[in-house]
């Protein structure tokens, strides 16, 4: 099973500001994907960062505001731009083995 | 209408009780159905996962589907405090070949 590394695994920042999280597997995998999870929401998928090509964005998810890099197979990072308050939520990277998908620890965002 | 709906709860249970959580969903194209199980500040991980209809038992803890009805559940049986969690059903279609996550249920057991 793929173990991930996420972090930072939480911050606290200013609004207008943008935080770059990162992705690390301990393997190769052709994709990675970056869910959010609102408190009381399910995870929503923002989009999936192939290596080599452009980041796949969900509806309602622009790549101004999630920018992603995916400089090779066993990393990526999710920034999120121009915080606002209702940016606030959890941010957690995922790949998939088979049917199976495994998830970093997840980075807990509060923007003031 | 939400593709895949699930009650958050929360839901607070004394040890030993028998836990039932649910899912129901709109799709039909959804034929892979799991459960992530996910405690305070960590990602989910699998519990289980089943694409037929029917019950699935693994340990403690049982899935079922209903395809005709578009409902799943999980049963925890003889529930513990370390039970206590956030699960999630999720559920994925061939065509469309991503995850679909419910709201997720918050779950406590007391001793």
């Known amino acids: 099973s793929a173990v991930i590394s996420q972090k930072p695994s939480r911050d606290i920042c200013q609004r207008g500001t943008s935080l770059t999280i990162q992705c690390q597997v301990d393997s190769q995998v052709t994709m990675m994907f970056w869910y959010r999870q609102q408190p009381g929401q399910s995870l929503t998928l923002i989009a999936t960062?192939?290596?080599?090509?452009?980041?796949?964005?969900e509806s309602g998810f622009v790549i101004d505001k999630f920018p992603i890099s995916r400089p090779n197979l066993t990393f990526s990072t999710l920034t999120v731009s121009n915080m606002s308050p209702e940016d606030s939520s959890i941010y957690l990277c995922s790949v998939e083995e088979e049917t199976e998908a495994f998830f970093g620890q997840g980075t807990r965002l509060t923007v003031v | 209408q939400k593709e895949v709906e699930q009650d958050p709860g929360p839901l607070s249970v004394p040890e030993g009780a028998i836990v039932s959580l649910n899912c129901t969903y709109s799709?039909?194209?959804?034929?892979?159905f799991m459960w992530y199980r996910q405690y305070s500040r960590k990602g989910p991980e699998l519990l289980m996962y089943t694409y037929s209809s029917g019950n699935k038992e693994d340990g403690r803890f049982t899935a079922q589907v209903d395809k005709s009805s578009k409902y799943i559940s999980l049963f925890i049986r003889d529930s513990q405090p370390s039970d206590s969690a956030t699960y999630l059903c999720?559920?994925?279609?061939?065509?469309?070949?991503?995850?679909?996550f419910g709201q997720g249920t918050i779950l406590t057991v007391h001793p």
């Open positions: 799709n039909s194209a959804f034929q892979y």
């Open positions: 999720a559920m994925i279609s061939p065509s469309y070949g991503k995850l679909t």
């Open positions: 960062a192939n290596q080599g090509s452009e980041a796949t964005y």
